[in-house]
């Protein structure tokens, strides 16, 4: 790999006063965890799932009609473990931490699996925007609040958990929609979020793309207009696909067409190495 670009990035991130962190499904690749793939990862925790009913994926899991309510819970228990419990940070999600430590940051990413908080990135700076299977949610919707999913592991075993407000049973507090933010704690989360983008907003603060779709509306969009709409803000994209950058001038863009893995382990080479 050039390291021209992780060059140019760590330099960005040497000026800059804070950085915003954008992390979508190319980071959760790179950091070990595919949603869409029927890969060995895949057919060691969910084999037998594969070949008893087919299931070919973690998205289909998750948006499968499960025959009963036991079927699913039994998918989520592994789920569950294997995306949240038992993760351990990857070199990509350590060369991030190590190459942003030290200066006001927050990450926002639509990553459903809580890594980010697993691998040390404080709880009051992260906005997961589709939630997070960490959490559990009342499907009678009777309570905005969630309930930490490892403990409900330890309580339910097989059974599926049941709300302890009303007894309907729990699932996964993930949603696509936008609607999550009415539950806690994500409401909180967005709420924090709006504080950072203000407060930093006559700040020299960069925003760090990482594997984001280059057509996502949910958090590129915004984000792209945010930066055209402040004095200071930088922006950097790290993707395999060909980046789209928002309208700024050259010196306060950055995109980079790679693999975000070796990317991030030089970057975070260059940055404890100017330390």
Known sequence: MDNTGAERLSDMIEQAD??????????????????????????????????????TSILQGLMA????????????TRLIDYGYGSYKPSDVM??????????????????????????????????????????????AGCTRATFDALEMLDAAQDMPPRCPDCGAP???????TGRI????????????????????????????????????????APLMAWAQA?????????NRDAPILPALPDERMLGIQDDLGPVLLALAMLRNGAR
Not at 206 to 218: I, K
């Open 18 to 55: 804070a950085v915003l962190i954008a992390a979508s499904n190319g980071f959760d690749i790179a950091d070990g965890y595919n949603q869409f793939a029927c890969d060995r990862d895949f057919l060691r925790t969910f084999g037998d799932l594969y070949r008893a009913c087919g299931l």
């Open 65 to 76: 009609r499960w025959p009963s309510t036991e079927d699913r819970w039994r998918f989520l």
């Open 94 to 139: 350590w060369a991030l931490a190590a190459a942003t430590e030290g200066m006001p940051r927050f990450v926002v990413t639509c990553n459903c699996n809580s890594r980010f908080l697993r691998a040390g990135f404080s709880a009051d700076t992260i906005f997961e925007t589709e939630g997070s299977f960490s959490r559990l949610r009342c499907t």
């Open 170 to 176: 729990l699932d996964v507090a993930v949603d696509g």
């Open 181 to 220: 933010v009415e539950l806690e704690p994500f409401a909180s989360q967005q709420a924090r979020y709006r504080t950072f983008l203000k407060k930093h907003a006559g700040a020299r603060t960069l925003v760090l793309e990482l594997g984001v779709g280059q057509g996502n509306r949910a958090i590129k």
């Open 230 to 238: 402040v004095p200071q803000a930088t922006y950097a994209v790290v």
